[in-house]
């Protein structure tokens, strides 16, 4: 091994800490998290099935967390801890040197990596512009999978999103389904009450020969229900009224927005009127509206409509 190469990586890695230096700063000013996902993380995506599946080539740019060492790189794998110097600057000098370095050991959940093993040799990589390294790949499987930046909240709510498929089915009985996902978690055993009601509901029509099956029951909840109020907030363009919320956070809000509608008046008023009565009572006023996409768009989250 040469000296030149030992200065080399060296300076590298005095360029890697700047920028992780960097990154710190900004992300304090923009209220962001600045750190690798935890893997602990992911039990709350409920996996539900492990899987050996070899050394092969994986994206880099898809490795996002670690199982131990997420608070010692930033979330762009740069080192942040000087005790780190020592094995960072014999990784790359290894690589300089021509020397094959082994396989990283990683978890696969969704289209995203956690290193179990070899966050040195991923954090060399990224520096390098590496598209590809070679991992010994576990794969977990999960119902919903994470997206990178995903919060713990986020992954909590997934967590409670594959529960409420899994008892729903609704995967089989409506295959095409919108995802539903809330902005806070709790919110999906009311979904299921929503289900329930409508089943009790068909129950009740005449002439029904046999029970409602629970299929049956959210088959016409999700098309009779829930789809209608997603097409009529599509259709009055409602969504841009509320940056920041999803469909599901609507769709509960305008449903409570319909019952209280139809006991003042003392008929069911439907799902348009509902929906239009909630976006014009109950959005926020335009300056707070441009105050809220203003903070996503800081945080890289931009939506330029008003």
Do not use: C
């Not at 629970?214 to 599509?234: H, K, M, P, T």
Request: glycine share 6%; charged share 30%.
């Amino acid at each position: 091994m040469s000296v030149h190469t030992i200065n080399q990586a060296k300076t590298e890695l005095e360029r890697a800490r700047l920028l992780a230096d960097v990154h710190d700063f900004l992300s304090v000013l923009r209220g962001m998290n600045n750190e690798l996902t935890p893997f602990d993380w992911v039990r709350h995506l409920a996996p539900d099935g492990e899987f050996q599946r070899g050394v092969q080539p994986i994206p880099v740019d898809h490795i996002t967390g670690s199982v131990d060492r997420y608070r010692e790189f930033d979330r762009y794998y740069l080192p942040k801890e000087k005790y780190l110097d020592d094995r960072w600057v014999g990784v790359r000098r290894a690589q300089l040197d021509g020397k094959e370095l082994p396989p990283i050991e990683v978890y696969k959940v969704g289209e995203l990596y956690f290193v179990k093993d070899g966050n040195h040799r991923v954090s060399v990589a990224r520096r390098q512009g590496q598209a590809y390294i070679d991992a010994s790949v576990i794969e977990l499987h999960v119902t919903v999978p994470p997206s990178e930046g995903d919060t713990l909240k986020d992954m909590i709510i997934k967590g409670e999103y594959a529960h409420f498929l899994r008892d729903t089915k609704l995967d089989e009985v409506s295959p095409h389904h919108k995802d539903i996902l809330f902005t806070k978690p709790g919110r999906y055993a009311t979904l299921i009450e929503h289900i329930n009601a409508r089943r009790y509901y068909l129950d009740l029509k005449p002439g029904r020969e046999r029970p409602v099956t629970w299929e049956e029951a959210v088959e016409s909840w999700y098309r009779r229900l829930y789809s209608r109020i997603v097409e009529n907030i599509e259709a009055h363009d409602v969504m841009r009224r509320f940056p920041g919320r999803t469909e599901a956070d609507l769709y509960l809000w305008i449903m409570d927005h319909r019952y209280f509608l139809s006991e003042k008046y003392g008929y069911d008023v439907g799902s348009e009127r509902a929906t239009l009565d909630f976006s014009k009572k109950h959005a926020p006023g335009l300056y707070k509206r441009l105050g809220q996409r203003m903070k996503m768009a800081w945080r890289g989250k931009l939506e330029p409509r008003l």
